[in-house]
């Protein structure tokens, strides 16, 4: 990270305890599960093994309210479905891993909340800061603060470095396929490709990728306390959003989840009576409407 001529290295590490700690009770990136060499079927198992995370974020996260928790969670599970019924090669067909994807970029994004969240309140990073290094917290284990009898959370170790002013970045960085960067950019074209399409079949997986993309906003909303770097990208991401959500309403219609008078019937005439569709745009239609206070703040937030 950059700011004005002082580059800062920050290290979110979950390993301070062991790799086992990590799968137990932190939710970690697509990469932890898949050796660089691996076939196309274990890529496949990979994926299920980072989906499997989700099923527990109510004590692995203390970072959502509860209808945020099952979002993501039903998101993981309707992904999940779909890995187990489609026969391409999954781990080519990006239109087939959207909602991967877009956990992907809220794994990673989470990191940037770890960080806020570790900071003395009102602390910024920028060259006014005067640290050479910073260790600002040590990876430990502690019950969940809401759910302190369902298990112990895994908050990661936070390393700050001022660099000197010559420095270049190092060749080992991680691979650019693996950057938020990289996979928001790729999020964002799938789901734009999805939605041109025109298939009613694709709306689940869209309605919940914009689920996502939106708790991943926020992310990039709150890192922007710590850090003034990502005011641009988080103006930018909030076009973009609000570009995708137009786009999902102008091609669907009434026939959203966030719709109180939502006709599932007409819906499952289109998908050809599909029950694996039909019950989770149902499953969120429910979330919603049980939420509809939130769910209309939402809407006019995002399409205004």
Sequence with gaps: MRTGPIHWKIAVDYTGLGREKVFESAIVDLPWFVNGDSVAEERDTAHVKFLNQFETIQVRWNDYEQITEDIISSAANYQKSLLQVESRDLWEADEDILVLLALRCLVISHDLSQIGANLPYGRVIDEDLD??????????????????????????SIELWQMSEDYELPNDRKEHTNTLRFLLRKTFQTAQKLLLRGRPEDWPTLFYTLCLLMIVYGTFDLASNFTRVLHRTSREFRKALKSLIRLFLYCCGDLHPLNNAFDIRSYALMVGGNTLLIEHYMEMNSIWVECRMFSNLLVRCLTS
Excluded: F, N
């Excluded at 640290?131 to 603060?145: I, T």
């Excluded at 759910?147 to 990661?156: E, H, N, T, V």
């Design 131 to 156: 640290y050479k290094h910073w260790q600002v917290v040590e990876a430990e284990l502690h019950p969940h603060p809401r759910r302190p009898l369902s298990g112990q959370m895994l908050c990661p």
